[in-house]
């Protein structure tokens, strides 16, 4: 009987100690619930819900919430930072804050090199990691023009909504699709790519090669050769020289298209890109068009 009685006193114990140990703590835990909790702003929650949810960073912070937060608690006053959403989106934040809506300017991201194969050679065979990062740190890169795009696809791996392309040794931004995130601009070694107004008649010299004339001439056929010719018949003074390299202020550009049409290399281009499929057919018709005007000219000399 008393072995019996010892047994169950073992048992009944710590299972007491247990039980009682485990209550303290629990009521500990109300305890600091109840006085040490932080309540939860509802305009938080509110914006929140707002936002698009797709914690792309392109608002400069680490995702929606934490861009709600900031909202909310008055650290930021800018309702137009989601790009992702765009004007919708800020507008709705705006309702939301019980603020008047700001100015938003869409922005799209695009690649500063036109630098295809077609327009550029290589100076070796490059055999190391596939990646822009590591090819880059080996004297630039294998193409002729260390300063142009190298197509491993760094950009297309960081992009999460299908707006870039490659082809031909060259990355490319679908506006369509783009949402102006940013994650393309930070991924790229060479710093080609930079966000700019989406404006469909967007002007654009997409060239950040700095050597003279003629290293440019011998390296890429389609860079910025410094000619000038864009700065004197831009009727506003957007174009300006850095360096070796014209640049075009897009928040001064009128988007006239004439510094286009004084390009010798056809360094500037108007207009954004689409898809990689339409960008083909387009540039296909534009190559045909040309070569009928030459085709046209050549005969009408011929006849005279």
């Known amino acids: 009987m008393e072995l019996v009685i010892l047994q169950t006193s073992n048992i009944l114990l710590p299972a007491l100690i247990g039980g009682g140990t485990a209550l303290l703590l629990g009521i500990v835990i109300i305890l600091v619930f109840r006085f040490f909790s932080v309540k939860e702003d509802p305009l938080v929650e509110e914006l929140n819900e707002v936002l698009p949810g797709v914690n ?3 608002c400069g912070y680490s995702g929606c919430l934490a861009y709600a937060v900031a909202l909310a608690s008055g650290e930021d006053g800018n309702t137009s930072k989601c790009t992702a959403g765009g004007v919708e989106t800020a507008e709705a934040i705006a309702i939301t804050m019980g603020t008047a809506p700001q100015a938003y300017i869409p922005q799209v991201a695009h690649v500063f090199c036109q630098g295809s194969g077609e327009f550029t050679t290589k100076r070796y065979e490059y ?30 791996d960081v992009c999460e909504f299908d707006a870039i392309w490659i082809d031909d040794g060259l990355a490319h931004v679908n506006h369509e699709n783009c949402t102006a995130c940013g994650k393309c601009v930070i991924a790229c070694p060479k710093d080609l790519i930079s966000l700019i107004p989406k404006h469909e008649l967007a002007t654009v010299n997409s060239c950040l090669n700095h050597w003279p004339a003629a290293a440019t001439r011998k390296n890429c056929k389609i860079g910025c050769i410094s000619c000038r010719l864009c700065i004197k018949v831009c009727p506003v003074d957007a174009i300006h020289m850095d360096d070796n390299l014209a640049v075009i202020d897009q928040q001064i550009c009128i988007h006239c298209g ?3 049409k004084v390009c010798p290399t056809n360094s500037i281009s108007e207009g954004l890109l689409a898809g990689m499929e339409e960008e083909k057919a387009r540039r296909a ?13 050549k005969a009408e000399k011929e006849a005279s």
């Open 56 to 58: 792309c960073g392109g």
């Open 127 to 156: 055999t190391g990691t596939p990646n822009c990062a590591s090819s880059t740190g080996l004297f630039g890169g294998p193409n002729s023009c260390t300063y142009g795009c190298l197509g491993f696809g760094d950009c297309y």
């Open 258 to 260: 004439e510094c286009v």
């Open 285 to 297: 018709a534009v190559k045909a068009e040309k070569e009928a005007e030459e085709a046209a000219a």
